[in-house]
């Protein structure tokens, strides 16, 4: 074998040898700065087991086995009220659990976001403890032009009339503010985002709130406003009446109409122009008339 075939091999062995000695030292490098790094530091304390969706549920569906999956979460980073097993969210003929509403891959499943064993797809399970479900009418006007949807937040206005007689007056007050509605006609979908112009909207109010609404709309005319998303500031009036609107602007006194006196004789008379054919009337019963100067 000649001599350059000899440096060639061993010009190779070394690169070959330097090259491992960098592979090495580079991932002891990244090791040491990944442990290192408070961005992936693990929480402190033991882990517990979190039931995700394994993939995208669709809302209304049955709740099965293989669309779940189990996670370990930190104690302290655990969702409230999580499910800790598959089984409790799965069971037999008659105890299946359906998604109360669309779940997305890889997220924890919850009381709220599930119905009971055996339950259905209705609207009881969307009422928050101690809440009640009253429907109002509602038209294009009353419903916000048919842009109200089921998730979206309103108050809800009463328009009466008070007293009678000449005391009689008209009140607007607050009957609830800031409420969630359940839905819209015969839907829940609060996935809904096309307007629809509806006949009853449903929201989720007290006890107290309810037999309010329910004696405002046998004493007046109740209505909604649609409140902005996150906006959840009180509002500062409660009522207004026609008084709070102010006085009602003054009319501009109309002009005189000009007029024309016509003599005829000792007798003198005088015509509106405002009058609509009175002048033409006088002159044509008077052709002799003479116009004062």
């Known amino acids: 074998m000649s001599s350059i075939s000899l440096r060639t091999i061993s ?5 070959a040898f330097l090259g491992l000695i960098a592979v090495v030292l580079t991932r002891s490098y990244l090791s040491n700065a990944v442990r290192s790094s408070p961005a992936v530091a693990t929480s402190s304390g033991p882990a ?10 669709a809302r ?12 370990a979460y930190p104690m302290d980073a655990a969702p409230a009220g999580a499910f800790h097993s598959i089984a409790e969210l799965t069971g037999g003929a008659g105890q299946q659990r359906l998604a109360l509403r669309s779940l997305v891959a890889n997220e924890p499943l919850l009381p709220a976001n599930v119905s009971g064993p055996g339950g259905k797809l209705n609207l009881s399970g969307s009422v928050s ?6 429907s109002l009418r509602s038209n294009d006007v009353a419903g916000v032009g048919g842009f109200v949807l089921p998730g979206d937040r309103v108050d809800i206005l009463l328009t009466r009339s008070t007293g009678g007689g000449e005391k009689s007056d008209t009140l607007t007050q607050i009957l609830a503010e800031n409420v969630r509605v359940l839905g819209v006609d015969q839907s829940d979908n ?25 004696l405002g709309q046998q004493v007046g005319s109740v209505s909604l406003t649609l409140r902005r998303v996150a906006d959840d500031a009180p509002l500062t009036s409660k009522a207004m009446s026609v008084a709070d609107l ?7 006194a109309a002009a005189p109409a000009p007029t024309v006196r016509v003599i005829r004789g000792a007798e003198s008379s005088r015509f509106s122009l405002g009058v609509g054919g009175a002048l ?3 002159a044509a019963e008077m052709p002799t008339a003479v116009k004062a100067p």
Do not use: C, F, H, Y
């Open 190 to 214: 609060d996935e809904a985002d096309k307007p629809v112009v509806a006949k009853a909207v449903t929201v989720e109010v007290t006890p107290e709130q309810a037999a309010s609404i329910s």
């Open 129 to 134: 403890p101690g809440m009640r479900a009253v």
């Open 60 to 71: 209304g569906a049955v709740l099965q086995a293989p669309m779940l999956k189990v996670a």
């Open 246 to 252: 102010g006085p009602a602007p003054k009319r501009p």
């Open 280 to 282: 033409q009337k006088a």
């Open 11 to 15: 010009t190779l062995m070394v690169a």
């Open 48 to 57: 517990i087991p979190v039931v995700v969706a394994a993939a995208n549920v």
